[in-house]
């Protein structure tokens, strides 16, 4: 993306992520789920870092979530209360250290902090899902509670945090903490444990039981059911009746001391926390390194281990342990450069539609697939979502080039679930089911909600030219077979083969049954399978009449240009060959016959095919030159006639014959006389007997390799 273009994007996001927050933070409501509008906020925070002279005061990374609410009393925060920026990937944080590293060079409090052995570099928390809050303790009594706010001035909400249980109305007196401190550890005396004042910051929440008992609730007097816990802990704070709050069983953990008590790490800052009578998180944790905040982060993200815990979590915050160093760092727009919110994989994401492809499915019915902007989702990177019908689409309201929800709850199939329409630039576009099919031309008619092909026969004709395709005689893409194929087709990953060699992992992981190995395999066979021999491209094309050995002979009868290097030949090429011989022309190449002219004239000349041809192309499918017929005469096998027998280890059986071929040989299916040699793999079958009756000469596999200059292949295999 180009700046221009990035200006324009970031003027939109910013409107947008303005008017989403608001709704957020200030009127306890969610217009969009609250990882889309991260996803949205990393978006614009990638872009500003990128054009950093883009960056305007006004820009939602540079400050924090909204006003406050009129309501409440204003509270005016000594010390600014921030928010994270968010990490996604182990390389957002390699990233984000990076940055934070450079920003160091020219001091040495950063060098001081990550040389020493004995404190941890990092320190790890649990993100909860919950409302930031500041507490403020005056000779050891609760004196106020307040929010966020937009960091510098929150919402005086002191009665509703005192019916939090876990907030402590007063702290515990300097013996006990002394007591408490001892046992961790740590000396008493280096700290004051009776601050006349002390503020310190935390978090209310909403646990899952209280969460699910207040839905009961709701369900039984036939009220709206509550969205997320969050929105509860959030709006119960700022409920004007502190009753309200009360009935709802909130709970809250502390995590940061804003006053100066003789602290020195962030880690110290929880023990110091629990010895004063708060309460912290056990599961919040040091590392040395980042190795280990990837473990950390792993551990917790794990469903199972999640599912324990009687909260949500939405991520983990990675903290600079050092505190002088942390405050050195200072702040980044809204955020302190010294930590960073890594999250789990988003459920929801924002995206662009880039496309809306139609594919035909099993039975004939038509479906529009949109194609987007790669984005992760759930830990997929998907590409893909089906838009089932016409009537979704108009639901929705979706044009080409829009912004969108995209969302995969409970590890579905990937849908989208909200068009952004403040993000349109005014170049978005009308999408139209087309009239005609794109596989035969046959009129669309419509069933109900589905638009259909109205041949009977085109849905089961396009389900075999796939399977032709992907067949061992032709790409031989092990692992995607008819099964496998039908599925993609009615997923809509699929609309033709040139869409096969597009897949990515993620589309395919999002699929019920496939997991992360099955997905891998089958994508590292498809890439493998990109480059594929002349002979065997021409006969997977699918063109009716052209089998095996007449693919062969239009692959050792016609020149076709060389790409550069003449490694391959480019699949433009083949289109123009072919689209500059006539029907009468074909027809002087050995077997091939009126018919067979005929058909491989019209399929090239059809410009759907032609598309196909290009899509082939840019997917990245290469084609190996065969040896011409002049050339293969006087190749070493020339005259000499294979049969093969069992199996091979170091290549398959096709494979075999395309080297005894390009080698000048012939390979046959049947054993006689004439028969120059039985190649005998393992488990041969009668051709290997009949060949010991004839007195045919039979090879092993070694000598076989041997014969076409193979043998190295045979031993890298083993």
Not at 50 to 57: A, E, G, Q, S
Not at 373 to 390: C, D, K, S, Y
Request: aromatic share 6%.
């Amino acid at each position: 993306m180009d700046k221009s273009a990035a200006r324009e994007r970031i003027e939109h996001l910013k409107k947008v992520i303005d008017r989403y927050r608001y709704a957020y933070a200030v009127e306890d409501r969610s217009e969009i789920p609250d990882a889309a509008l991260d996803s949205l906020k990393k978006e614009l925070f990638d872009l500003e870092t990128r054009y950093p002279d883009l960056v305007t005061p006004d820009s939602p990374t540079q400050r924090i979530a909204g006003k406050p609410l009129k309501k409440f009393a204003k509270v005016r925060h000594d010390v600014r209360m921030t928010s994270f920026n968010d990490a996604f990937s182990e390389k957002d944080m390699e990233e984000w250290y990076e940055r934070l590293v450079n920003y160091f060079r020219s001091g040495d409090e950063f060098a001081r902090a990550i040389a020493r052995k004995d404190v941890p570099r990092f320190y790890c928390e649990l993100k909860i899902d919950g409302l930031a809050i500041e507490l403020e303790y005056e000779n050891g009594i609760l004196a106020r509670g307040s929010t966020r706010g937009d960091g510098m001035t929150g919402e005086d909400v002191t009665q509703n945090l005192r019916t939090v249980e876990a907030i402590p109305l007063r702290m515990r007196d300097e013996a006990e903490a002394a007591a408490s401190l001892r046992k961790l550890g740590l000396d008493p005396a280096k700290y004051d444990l009776a601050p006349r004042r002390l503020v310190v910051r935390g978090e209310v929440f909403t646990t899952r039981r209280e969460f699910a008992r207040m839905n009961r609730e709701q369900e039984r007097a036939g009220g709206k059911l509550y969205a997320n816990p969050r929105n509860i802990a959030a709006g119960s704070i700022r409920q004007l009746d502190p009753r309200v709050a009360a009935g709802r069983k909130l709970d809250s953990f502390q995590y940061d001391i804003v006053t100066e008590i003789g602290q020195t790490y962030h880690e110290e800052e929880h023990l110091l926390l629990a010895a004063l009578g708060f309460k912290t998180n056990p599961h919040n944790a040091p590392a040395r390194d980042l190795k280990e905040v990837f473990a950390f982060r792993e551990r917790w993200g794990e469903p199972a281990r999640r599912g324990k815990l009687d909260y949500e979590i939405d991520g983990t915050v990675v903290i600079l342990n050092d505190n002088a160093a942390f405050e050195r760092a200072g702040i980044i727009g809204k955020a302190p450069r010294a930590a960073i919110a890594y999250k789990f994989p988003p459920r929801e994401a924002t995206t662009v539609v880039t496309d809306i492809k139609v594919q035909v499915g099993r039975t004939g019915a038509l479906t529009p697939v949109a194609i987007m902007r790669p984005v992760e989702v759930g830990g997929i990177t998907i590409t893909h979502a089906t838009l089932h019908n016409a009537d979704e689409i108009a639901r929705l309201g979706l044009r080409i080039g829009d912004t969108v929800v995209i969302s995969r709850a409970g590890d579905v199939i990937p849908q989208i679930t909200k068009v952004l329409p403040g993000l349109r630039t005014g170049r978005e576009r009308a999408f139209k089911m087309p009239a005609k099919c794109p596989v035969d031309g046959s009129p669309v008619v419509r069933d109900g909600a589905i638009a259909r092909c109205s041949s009977k026969y085109c849905a089961a004709r396009h389900r075999e030219g796939l399977r032709h395709f992907t067949a061992r005689t032709a790409f031989n893409i092990e692992g995607l077979g008819p099964k496998i194929l039908d599925r993609f087709l009615d997923e809509g990953l699929i609309s033709d083969a040139a869409d096969i060699f597009t897949l990515r992992k993620g589309d395919v992981m999002a699929l019920d049954r496939f997991g992360e190995r099955s997905a891998d395999n089958l994508i590292r066979e498809i890439e493998a399978k990109k480059t594929i021999a002349l002979p065997r491209f021409l006969y997977a094309l699918g063109v009716i009449h052209v089998g095996e050995e007449t693919a062969l002979t239009l692959a050792r009868h016609l020149d076709f240009p060389r790409g550069r290097g003449g490694a391959h030949i480019p699949i433009g090429g083949i289109l123009k060959t072919f689209r500059a011989l006539t029907a009468e022309e074909l027809e002087a190449f050995p077997d091939v016959g009126p018919k067979v002219a005929a058909s491989i004239h019209e399929w090239f000349a059809a410009e759907r095919n032609a598309d196909l041809l290009a899509r082939l192309e840019k997917a990245g499918v290469e084609v190996v030159p065969f040896p011409r017929a002049e050339a293969a005469a006087s190749g070493p096998l020339a005259g000499k006639t294979f049969v093969l027998t069992g199996g091979l280890a170091a290549m398959s059986r096709e494979e075999a014959k395309e080297k005894i071929r390009a080698m000048g040989g012939e390979a046959s299916e049947s054993v006689s006389a004439k028969t120059s040699y039985v190649v005998a793999g393992t488990d041969p079958g009668s051709k290997y007997e009949k060949a010991k009756k004839l007195g045919v000469a039979i090879l092993d596999e070694e000598a076989f390799l041997k014969m076409v200059g193979a043998l190295d292949l045979s031993r890298k295999k083993t």
